[in-house]
């Protein structure tokens, strides 16, 4: 069985160790080698507690030359100012990037407005492959690519309203998007606002108004739903480690009723594994609402109810997976002609 040789940079973060995990697991991937951008030393075998991981090369990001194993591919769990100047180095020394950030993702007039940064990269920004399965069809046929991972409050969201704006069958102009995240998507860094005392017990909205993934809602609904948009988009932090609820709302075009919204969500995932979806009455709907029974696993679960024109629609992942490793995954997978779910068997719990 053929194995391409992958490399990680920013094993250390939470959706790093995520993507570690997997692709030690991986059929067609040999995790060769992890990145770490700083000289401190890192042993991803005590990180994962995994001995599989014994055998993976540890070196600075800077020293990457000195791999003992060129990589096929390498998957950058970064903050986007470091995508920005990696992935360009990469890509030259003919090394396929798959970016966890959103370094690759907007239009390039919209970085220093959203990212706080002017963006410098216009060639790899121009070929950046946006990785939202299945609505992305343009995948790359070879190498050196770069793929852009969505966001994990935009995969949230995307995931939720492309079938529906496709079909017409809500209106894009009454749109409210509340979403809410477990600690882990701010990152593993230290910051007041994410001390325990701070956030347990909370639900606290943050970014309001000023949200980093605004513009890519915006943007990827139109480019895949098919329909212009300006929602209210509202984020807050839950006292939990991961996972993101988002709760949508719409009026319905008239006439159109909760059999309506499931069909759609037949169309458009019937080949496609990784979403469940269920109408709010039915029985299993309880189940694919929990965060805990998301946590750990590739799916995006939708729950919906019509009622009285309004949409009550509800998408959960786990921002860790479906939100950043597991998806960055399935990209890979789809880059080299592999089954969307290779290597994503999940385990989830029942609590």
């Keep these: 069985?053929?194995?391409?040789?992958?490399?990680?940079?920013?094993?250390?973060?939470?959706?790093g160790l995520d993507l570690a995990k997997i692709?030690?697991?991986?059929?067609?991937?040999?995790?060769s080698s992890v990145l770490t951008s700083d000289q401190a030393a890192f042993n991803l075998e005590d990180a994962l507690l995994d001995s599989n991981a014994s055998q993976v090369q540890s070196l600075p990001l800077a020293s990457w030359t000195s791999l003992k194993a060129k990589p096929s591919v390498v998957f950058l769990a970064t903050p986007a100012e470091v995508s920005?100047?990696?992935?360009?180095?990469?890509?030259?020394?003919?090394?396929?990037?798959?970016?966890?950030s959103g370094a690759f993702r907007l239009e390039?007039?919209?970085?220093p407005k959203w990212y706080g940064f002017e963006h410098s990269s216009d060639s790899p920004l121009a070929q950046a492959t946006y990785g939202?399965?299945?609505?992305?069809e343009s995948f790359p046929k070879k190498g050196p690519f770069l793929i852009a991972n969505p966001g994990c409050y935009v995969t949230s969201?995307?995931?939720?309203?492309?079938?529906l704006l496709r079909e017409g069958l809500i209106d894009p102009s009454t749109l409210v998007i509340d979403a809410k995240s477990g600690t882990t998507g701010a990152g593993r860094k230290a910051s007041a606002d994410l001390l325990f005392s701070e956030v347990d017990g909370e639900c606290l909205p943050y970014k309001i108004g000023k949200h980093q993934h605004y513009p890519e809602i915006v943007k990827y609904l139109e480019s895949f739903g098919g329909a212009k948009t300006s929602p209210f988009f509202t984020t807050q932090l839950l006292s939990i480690r991961r996972g993101i609820l988002s709760s949508i709302y719409a009026?319905?075009?008239?006439?159109?009723?909760?059999?309506?919204?499931?069909?759609?969500?037949?169309?458009?995932?019937?080949n496609y594994p990784l979403v469940r979806h269920a109408a709010a009455n039915e029985t299993r709907a309880k189940s694919l609402l929990s965060l805990k029974r998301v946590a750990g696993t590739p799916y995006t679960n939708l729950v919906y109810s019509v009622t009285e024109s309004k949409l009550y629609l509800y998408s959960v992942i786990d921002n860790l997976m479906k939100g950043a490793a597991s998806q960055a995954v399935e990209n890979f997978n789809r880059a080299y002609g592999l089954p969307v779910t290779t290597g994503l068997t999940p385990m989830e719990g029942v609590l």
């Design 251 to 270: 009026n319905v075009k008239p006439g159109v009723d909760t059999a309506q919204i499931a069909a759609a969500f037949n169309r458009a995932y019937g």
């Design 132 to 136: 939202l399965s299945p609505f992305e």
């Design 23 to 31: 692709l030690l697991a991986h059929p067609h991937a040999r995790l």
């Design 108 to 111: 390039k007039s919209e970085y």
């Design 157 to 163: 969201v995307l995931m939720a309203l492309i079938p």
């Design 84 to 100: 920005l100047e990696w992935a360009p180095r990469f890509l030259e020394a003919g090394v396929s990037v798959i970016d966890v």
């Design 1 to 15: 069985m053929h194995k391409y040789e992958v490399t990680l940079v920013g094993a250390k973060g939470y959706s």
